[in-house]
């Protein structure tokens, strides 16, 4: 739920470029280089199939004139060039001759838009290990888009031959989905790293852009919507639900298709956070001496920072630390609600 790039130790914008290069100049593991593995082999193969339809090759020559200015465009343009790039490509070849829109939830490819996918090759980079290296230079902990699911990657070993690789348990999102814009498939900054709920569960297709939707890689969540108590001054909590809403003005598309609420108000979820961070504010000796016994040695006295007891409850007291703990947002936005974070 915050900008990724204010996350991140990293130059995003250089290491879309070296994507870029990547997909352009591919090599095997023995250096050697095969044109026909490349995007920009693949596409001028295809161009070769398509000679004699007139708007595919149009298309196809969008991406490769002025030395692949437009290619580049789309594999490491930001979010917003990427809005750009669309518009550019309706107005070339039409609004259907890649997807067929049913509405604001489906899409299909059309026979061309299939052929468009595959030759972008998201698999290609998914599956050689330059997906998950770039995610890890991220350094996110938990789903951008819901801040609940841990982004959790795995060391798996094969039983017959030994040997070990990394696996990643979280999936990458296209933001402008592959049903609409096949194009996009390889785009870096059109891949966000998600959990499963959030991807496969709800997004889906649906038709999503940076007008409508916050993308992490444009906008902080963050910096548009908060979370807040419906009440503050409750006997019991099942009084209290928590709600969202507009720190300055922005559609909140993202918090209906991500059922964000519905998801932070489950009961469990939401009696659990509650119960410590209303503990916190009510903090008696015996809650004192509680929180002493988890972080022991640490202080001699019952007079415990806040940003300690904070952080003991998973609570980030920093907005670039909100990856770094689950629903970081939701609770930080509550102890500022609650006068426990100024």
């Known amino acids: 739920m915050i900008l990724i790039d204010s996350h991140c130790n990293i130059d995003l914008d250089a290491l879309a470029k070296t994507h870029f290069q990547e ?10 280089y095969h044109a026909t593995q490349s995007l920009i082999g693949r596409i001028s193969s295809q161009m070769k199939v398509d000679i004699l339809v ?34 550019e490509i309706e107005n070339l070849v039409g609004h259907n001759i890649l997807s067929n829109n049913l509405n604001y939830n489906q899409a299909s490819l059309t026979s061309f838009g299939k052929i468009v996918k595959s030759v972008f090759g998201y698999e290609i980079y998914r599956d ?56 996009l498939a390889v785009s870096f900054f059109n891949l966000i790293p998600g959990c499963s709920p959030c991807n496969a569960q709800l997004k889906l297709d649906k038709d999503f852009n940076i007008f409508t939707h916050v993308n992490p890689f ?19 909590l099942n009084e209290v639900e928590l709600e969202i809403e507009n ?18 108000n489950n009961q469990n979820t939401k009696k659990r956070i509650l119960d410590q961070l209303y503990a916190l504010k009510n903090r008696s000796e015996a809650v ?39 629903m970081g947002k939701m609770k930080r936005d509550i102890c500022i609600q609650l006068d426990l974070l100024k």
């Open 288 to 326: 004192r001496k509680s929180y002493m016994s988890q972080i022991t040695g640490l202080f001699r006295k019952a007079d415990i920072p806040n940003e300690v007891l904070l952080k003991s409850q998973g609570v980030p007291t920093k907005k670039d630390e909100i990856s770094n703990y689950p």
């Open 54 to 87: 007139p708007v595919r090759i149009k298309f196809w020559n969008y991406f490769l004139i002025n030395h692949y200015r437009n290619l580049d465009r789309i594999t490491s343009g930001r979010p917003e060039i990427l809005a750009e790039v669309i518009i």
């Open 247 to 264: 720190k300055s003005p922005h559609s909140d598309n993202s918090i209906i298709d991500f059922q964000l609420l519905q998801r932070y």
């Open 23 to 32: 997909l352009i100049n591919p090599q095997n593991q023995d250096g050697s």
């Open 128 to 183: 050689n290990g330059s997906a998950r290296e770039n995610v890890e230079q991220f350094n996110l902990n938990y789903c951008p888009y819901c801040n609940k699911q841990e982004l959790e990657s795995i060391q798996r070993t094969d039983n017959l031959s030994g040997n070990t690789r990394i696996t990643a348990l979280y999936q990458l999102d296209h933001f402008y989905p592959r049903a609409r814009f096949p194009y």
């Open 218 to 236: 444009h906008k902080s969540f963050d910096d548009y919507f908060k979370f807040k108590l419906s009440k503050v001054v409750v006997s019991s």
